[in-house]
């Protein structure tokens, strides 16, 4: 097979060499994820404001296309709850929720976001979902469960109440409670524990098709919607009419921050259960090819009428554990869908929306991420801080907002970090050659009147001034005074401009003091720069070192610093701290 082919048509490979025994594992997992599918992308299209069959139309043409192009032989592709608050949120910003123009644009983001996923797969920008660091990703998609199960109070309740930010949900139910529909609100408990017990005893049953079955079963022997029930009503029926989206470019600049964030936090929550998958069942992922494959699935669907898909967890777990080794699997699921929309139709007129929102609560409290919250605060609490201000940002802010914030704050500690990197002073464990940081390793000996130091980050601009405000601080902690300074480069992958000059800054200044100034465990790369900028002929033959031990011998070979030296090193210490008190004075007046 072409091998051009393969990388971009994934679907090439299994199809040419279908192997006849997963046909049954396809097969089953293609009906099982349909039977789930079917009440889930019903329940998630009216989470994101839109009549329930565009559910419906989302898990046809989207999944047939990511089968072809993802990469993924697991992956179940379709409406997600993460996926379906962000269209309510943006398109809610600029048309009348389950309206005409809501539905419009909602098919006009499919699009956008499509457009961004595959421009982005082409050019081989998935790297860019770096920049969601798992603690950020983690605090939005806890905060984001919450504010999701929040908004189907109204229907779990049977009563009106007012939309945004879950305080203001939490206030308004509190002043209705009174209103409160109590067979509504029966159907919608027994919904949920249904679910709950399920997802516990039995988790491959289809308890959300059992529970969708229940509740109409009931409202329609039991004449539930005359007292007040609210059911589903009409379902149109047939396959969605192809159709170009609406092109509203005032529409398009006001929808492209949300395209972007469903474009990116959609991709993440697909390609980590992608990768996921891939790891149990022994095949690699390639990130570029599933933002092309997502991204060709939510252009196709915006023109059937879909609104934007992605990967989502609780179906591809249900998808592979059903049996699916394939793309088939996918293709099946898609057809029992269109299937169900041609002819099941009918059937859902009285769904009750008390079990559509059960559905989505179930869903969607399971990704508050209690454990993982746990595990920071016992490995990094820094990341816990994160996690920390991206679920309260989104919570008080709003969804957009919070995972900005979440973004801001992992750069900006990111930034703080290099900036101020670890640091450590190096000496020689007793007996070997290898030389350790002094305050971890209580047996590492310094060599006497030499400071050997390694800095744990790329050394730039950013670091500069924080690496000579070190060198100067440990310097007046050398008994005897100063002879040589070693640099241990080992963690330095590449020198800017700023770095060059801050380090021949350091030599002249040293050498006019009888210091050496020596590099040890350079990469080629900042070798490279130095040699271009001349600073290898200025550190000499003795400058540069492959190991920490060679510079340290040779550093013990030097002559000893003379009385008149140290006197003068001294100087420089007095000096040092003058100016640093000065600098701070001027810096914070109100703390002298």
């Known amino acids: 097979m072409n091998s051009l082919a393969k990388k971009y048509l994934p679907f090439m490979e299994w199809l040419v060499n279908y192997d006849r025994r997963n046909l049954r594992g396809d097969v089953t997992a293609g009906l099982t994820t349909a039977v789930m599918l079917i009440p889930q992308g019903m329940a998630y299209a009216m989470l994101a404001g839109l009549p329930p069959i565009h559910g419906l139309y989302a898990s046809i043409v989207p999944i047939a296309i990511y089968a072809l192009l993802g990469t993924s032989r697991q992956l179940a592709v379709g409406p997600v709850a993460m996926v379906s608050l962000l269209v309510a949120t943006g398109v809610g910003a600029i048309a009348g929720s389950g309206t005409e123009l809501f539905i419009a644009y909602s098919i006009l983001l499919a699009l956008m976001v499509g457009v961004m996923q595959l421009v982005m797969g082409i050019a081989r920008l998935g790297f860019l979902v770096n920049f969601l660091s798992h603690p950020v990703i983690s605090g939005f998609t806890s905060a984001a469960a919450i504010i999701i199960g929040l908004s189907q109070l109204k229907h779990l309740l049977g009563v009106k109440l007012a939309s945004g930010k879950v305080h203001v949900v939490l206030g308004d139910a509190l002043t209705r409670l009174s209103e409160i529909q109590p067979i509504t609100l029966g159907i919608g408990a027994l919904t949920i524990a249904v679910l709950m017990f399920f997802k516990k005893v039995k988790p491959a049953f289809p308890s959300a098709l059992a529970v969708v079955l229940l509740g109409t079963l009931a409202v329609f022997f039991g004449g539930l919607n005359q007292m007040g029930v609210a059911i589903v009503g009409d379902v149109p029926a047939g396959f969605p009419a192809p159709g170009l989206p609406v092109l509203d470019f005032d529409a398009m600049k006001a929808l492209f921050p949300i395209a972007l964030t469903i474009s990116l936090v959609g991709f993440m929550e697909s390609i980590s259960v992608a990768k996921s998958f891939a790891n149990r069942n022994k095949y690699e992922i390639d990130a570029?090819?599933?933002?092309?494959?997502?991204?060709?699935?939510?252009?196709?669907?915006?023109?059937?009428?879909?609104?934007?898909?992605?990967?989502?967890?609780?179906?591809?777990?249900?998808?592979?554990?059903?049996?699916?080794?394939?793309?088939?699997?996918?293709?099946?699921?898609?057809?029992?869908?269109?299937?169900?929309?041609?002819?099941?139709?009918?059937?859902?007129?009285?769904?009750?929306?008390?079990?559509?929102?059960?559905?989505?609560?179930?869903a969607v409290f399971g990704l508050v991420d209690v454990k993982e919250v746990k595990h920071?605060?016992?490995?990094?609490?820094?990341?816990?801080?994160?996690?920390?201000?991206?679920?309260?940002?989104?919570?008080?802010?709003?969804?957009?907002?919070?995972?900005?914030?979440?973004?801001?704050?992992?750069?900006?500690?990111?930034?703080?970090?290099?900036?101020?990197?670890?640091?450590?002073?190096?000496?020689?464990?007793?007996?070997?050659q290898a030389y350790r940081n002094v305050n971890n390793h209580s047996e590492a000996e310094p060599v006497p009147n030499v400071l050997m130091v390694r800095m744990d980050a790329q050394f730039y601009f950013g670091n500069v001034?924080?690496?000579?405000?070190?060198?100067?601080?440990?310097?007046?902690?050398?008994?005897?005074?100063?002879?040589?300074v070693i640099i241990d480069a080992s963690s330095m992958n590449q020198l800017d401009s700023s770095a060059v000059h801050a380090l021949s800054e350091l030599l002249v200044a040293y050498r006019d003091r009888g210091v050496k100034l020596m590099i040890a465990n350079a990469k080629r790369p900042v070798v490279d720069v130095m040699e271009r900028a001349h600073l290898l002929d200025a550190l000499g033959e003795t400058g540069l070192f492959l190991t920490v031990h060679e510079a340290a011998e040779h550093a013990r070979s030097l002559p000893d610093p003379s009385a008149e030296d140290r006197a003068q090193v001294l100087e420089v210490n007095k000096s040092s701290k003058k100016n640093a008190a000065n600098s701070l004075r001027l810096a914070s007046p109100d703390l002298r």
């Open 288 to 362: 570029n090819q599933e933002l092309i494959g997502l991204g060709a699935a939510n252009i196709g669907g915006a023109f059937f009428q879909a609104y934007p898909v992605t990967g989502g967890f609780s179906r591809t777990a249900v998808n592979a554990s059903a049996g699916a080794k394939t793309g088939l699997a996918a293709l099946i699921t898609a057809g029992v869908v269109a299937l169900a929309l041609m002819f099941l139709t009918p059937l859902f007129y009285y769904l009750p929306k008390a079990v559509l929102a059960g559905i989505i609560m179930v």
């Open 376 to 432: 920071l605060w016992a490995v990094k609490r820094s990341d816990l801080a994160l996690l920390t201000i991206t679920f309260f940002a989104t919570l008080s802010l709003g969804i957009e907002e919070g995972i900005l914030v979440g973004v801001g704050a992992s750069l900006l500690w990111f930034v703080v970090k290099t900036t101020r990197p670890h640091f450590a002073v190096l000496g020689q464990i007793p007996g070997t």
């Open 465 to 484: 001034s924080f690496l000579k405000e070190k060198l100067a601080e440990l310097e007046r902690d050398v008994p005897g005074g100063l002879k040589a």
